[in-house]
């Protein structure tokens, strides 16, 4: 076993050979005071940290957080300032080579020294940030990295998803998550290299659009664009970078053809993505100098995926597909927002397709990458869901469209993602039906998010109070009768109220889009305890009943185009899931399965 916790490249699908991990044992101290900065803990030295003489005076695990038990503090009293300081040792090659140092998330504001310099702010708590710290470099000994974090615990305005704002968790709110959390990491780089990589599949067209942008552009650069499928070569397509950015459409060919080919009608077509096929094209972006030699390597990987709503339903690859998807809250019991292990978000993905799902609603989290490397591999829609606030204010607006944008560009070329859900039961705009403001907000982030990504389907207020938007998502916890009686026909499916919240804002109304019960069931085990759920029962035996009585119902509905049941795993105290909290299922998985998976229609 690793002595590094989360030891895997953290970035799957923009991966380059050469880089450091530098999870594990850190210097740490609350700064409940305040006082930190005041008194200059930034410039704490490696002689500092090696005496004890210096203001960090407990050990944490990185990339666990201070409340999660694999931290090995485990405490849940609210230290809205801490500080990390580790030492790192890193001698660059040659004068053209950067060090490039990443984090994948730090919740919710992060300062970044290195040497006591300054290197990078960020702010959001689930989006990654990097720094190119060559020029703070010692050239002998240690080099102290210095990181302090904020995160107001009660400050509602704060995008934070499940987070609750109190000590203890209750409801369907859990424990917060303070610092790091997601892995930190080096990387040494070319002066000239590549930056970014955007990837769009093109179905119809048989091709794949990638845009690539060039960090240090000088004339004589070139690009070389390897494309393989299971070791066998498909495309090698190299052009003169004339300017840092690099658009191009690639044809998808069969056995290395060339794009001029002829009869191109008459070569095989692009293997597909799907949950049942998982069709992955490997890419590799090779930046040559002017003599051809290579000065930066990236490797990635796409699907080609085409998603779609058309006449009232939704279309995978030009064909209707039925969504069967389960909440999916990504908690764990001892890491909360962080998997202990890469193996273990590979085996929620695994859990979820071996009770017949086909993709997962990832609620209130934007997911660690490594679990959306896995969902791509394996084969799982995926419906991807910003962290929502609670409360409206100009700060708020500005917090979230910040952090939703960066989300998009993080998780843009995952082909498993096939919705953008930016707003959830109106989080963050409780009063839309009041304040004009708070639906123009509503529009924006449907809007911002299209301008972002157009090939997505985007849900404007999943669950209910819609304004424009691509899906007409309800979440409905009541029982059969109610459920047969409303889903219907989509007329009794939108004039429907099941949390006392109209399906659509006052001016908005139903264009046809297709209609999904996104939230539903969420059957508890009647334990006697604290644990709670939506309605409850007392075994396995009758939770499969009700499983399959919630489930039959919304097949047999001619309006009902997919479902999202509640939930995956149980969550601390909201004990609704098909999963215990540890992954235990709480019924036989293939008999889970023959409900789920079972026809539409009988």
Known sequence: MSLTPRPEYPRPRFRRSAWANLNGEWAFAFDDKDEGLKHGWQGTTAQG?????????????????YQAKLSGICERAFHDVVWYARTFKHSLSNDAERLLLHFGAVDYRATVWVNGVWVVSHEGGHTPFSADVTGTLLREGENVLI?????????????????????????IFYTRTTGIWQTVWLEPVSRRRIETLRITPDVDAAAVDVEVCIEGHEPGLALRLLISREGEKVLDDRAELLSPILQRSLPLLAHGAAPDTPHLS????????????????????????VEGKVLDAVESYFGMRKVEARNGEVYLNNRPYYQRLVLDQGYFPDGLLTAPTDGDLRRDVELAKKMGFNGVRKHQKVEDPRWLYWADSLGLLV????????????????????????????????????????????????????????????????????????????????????????LCTIHDYRGVDALAESYSTPESSVAAEPAGRRIYVPGYGYRGEPILVTEFGGIAFDSGDEGWGYSTVANSEELLERYEALV??????????????????????EVNGLLTYDRRPKAELSRIREITARRRFG
């Open 552 to 573: 039959s119902t919304l097949l047999e509905s001619e309006t009902v185009q997919g479902f999202c049941y509640t939930q995956l795993t149980d969550v601390e105290q």
């Open 266 to 289: 008459e070569w095989p077509k692009p293997a597909l993505w799907s949950p049942e096929h998982p069709n992955l094209y490997d890419l590799r972006l090779e930046l040559l100098d």
């Open 147 to 171: 990181v302090r974090a904020e995160d107001p615990s009660q400050d509602v305005t704060i995008p934070r998803g499940k987070q609750y704002w109190r000590e203890q968790s209750e409801g």
């Open 383 to 470: 419906w991807g869901e910003m962290a929502n606030a609670y409360q409206y204010s100009p700060g708020y607006v500005r917090r979230i469209t910040a952090e939703w944008q960066e989300a998009i560009q993080r998780d843009y070329n995952h082909p498993c993602i096939v919705a953008w859900v930016p707003m959830n039961e109106s989080w963050g705009v409780p009063e839309l039906v009041t304040k004009p403001e708070q639906t123009e907000h509503l529009l924006t982030m449907y809007h911002l998010t299209r301008s972002l990504d157009h090939t997505r389907l985007v849900v404007s207020n999943d669950g209910w109070e819609h304004a424009v938007t691509d």
């Open 49 to 65: 940290l090696r005496s004890g003489s210096s203001p960090f005076d407990r050990r944490i695990t990185v990339p666990y957080c």
